[in-house]
């Protein structure tokens, strides 16, 4: 079945690396039209993600997409993707603030052709201040957050997250951002420029973090697998793994100390309250340390799941999609590919009940649907071959 949720929106897609083809993904899947904007073949291909074209990076990210190639520096070019404006609902690109403006593709340009337009631009820095013309990817952006500053263990240094957090929120946000102005455009008929950056997106991950700094003045410090807030809540070493706790709050102590068999605990005067264990983490991890080794994970998590408190082995990636419950959820999704035979991909996030998402169409060859989507435009195959003889195509 063919999604349809959003099959009335057209996305033009200027983007690049991460960031951006995440945020178009989430209107591509539920359907929109989303036309890729790719450099002509004698322009290279640019910098292509992990394994290039035919690489699980962009076979994943841009799916159910068509691909064109227009080079924006040549008037002809700019022509068409102007004539593509008038048929689209978004624009999203994530080029340097001042890129946009040297090719004409601005937001006062673009709604200056379709006042209805929406523009969306993805940014390191954000448009305007001191680094706005900086590049910046997503580790620098974990740094420069100060997620890199909570993430790892005491006295170990920073330690960037393991996956490109900054990149992928920037991507969600900006896509929230689009459906909150194409909501907004049916009372007022008009679009607006939505704007994000992978320096608001990892401030944004930060939350309680930042905010205790907001608030209180302090710095908050690394603390390892442990809740900076919240223990017993961290990561156990069992006699065949590793498994995290979650445990948090009087009650729930009470009940993890008897599915660990550990009753005189709760006496325990270092560890009573919430705040005093926080306080003696190093001691409280010590004696847990030596109970969970008793007994496999598997043990473990059936034990502590008895009691109702939060837990779950941890997983290579292998065995993230080995797991029953992941399996049931349709995490990802295997397709057909013409030159790749059968991939699997990650599926959509968030599940629909009437109107689902789907992945129906591999990702495109560099200019696949250039001949396809010109000619619905209106143009001639000679305009067509005019274009390719100029090298705008």
């Given amino acids: 079945m063919s999604p349809n949720a959003l099959s009335r929106f057209r996305v033009l897609d200027l983007t690049r690396a991460r960031a951006g083809p995440t945020c178009v993904k989430q209107f591509a899947d539920f359907g929109a039209d989303v036309i890729r904007i790719e450099s002509p073949p004698h322009l290279g291909e640019g910098m292509l993600m992990a394994g290039g074209r035919l690489g699980f990076d962009m076979q994943n990210l841009h799916r159910n997409t068509r691909s064109i190639t227009l080079d924006l520096k040549t008037e002809s070019a700019k022509a068409i993707f102007y004539k593509l404006v008038e048929t689209a609902d978004v624009v999203v690109e994530n080029f340097r603030p001042d890129v946009k403006d040297r090719l004409g593709i601005d937001y006062v340009k673009l709604k200056s052709i379709n006042p209805k337009i929406i523009l969306a631009s993805i940014s390191g820095f954000g ?90 003045g302090k710095i908050p410090e690394q603390v390892g697998n442990d809740h900076p807030t919240s223990m017993p809540t961290s990561c156990y070493k069992c006699a065949n793994g590793y498994i995290n706790v979650a445990c948090s709050g009087e009650p729930m102590w009470l009940k993890f100390c008897e599915a660990i068999e550990k009753p005189e605990l709760k006496n325990d005067s270092r560890f009573v309250m919430e705040q005093d264990r926080v306080i003696n983490r190093t001691s409280l991890n010590e004696v847990l340390g030596h109970v969970f080794l008793t007994n496999s994970k598997d043990h473990w998590v059936t034990r502590l799941n008895e009691y109702g408190v939060p837990c779950a082995p941890i997983y290579n990636v292998q065995e993230v999609f080995e797991d029953p419950q992941v399996k049931a959820q349709n995490i990802s999704v295997t397709m057909d590919h013409p030159k790749l035979g059968s991939v699997t991909l990650l599926n959509q996030g968030v599940k629909l009940s009437r109107t689902p998402s789907a992945v129906t169409r591999v990702a495109p060859e560099l200019g696949q649907h250039t001949q396809e989507v010109l000619t619905s435009l209106g143009y001639s195959s000679n305009e067509i071959q005019s274009f390719k003889d100029q090298k705008a195509i």
């Fill in 127 to 216: 448009q305007t201040g001191p680094y706005s013309k900086r590049p910046l990817f997503d580790q620098t952006a974990q740094g420069l957050s100060g997620l890199m500053s909570v993430t790892g263990e005491p006295g170990r240094g920073p330690m960037r997250v393991g996956a490109a957090v900054t990149d992928m929120t920037a991507g969600y946000l900006s896509a929230l951002g689009i459906m909150t102005a194409l909501l907004e455009r049916e009372l007022s008929g008009e679009g607006q420029w939505v704007q994000s950056s992978l320096i608001q997106a990892g401030i944004s991950l930060m939350d309680f973090q930042a905010v205790k700094y907001l608030m209180t």
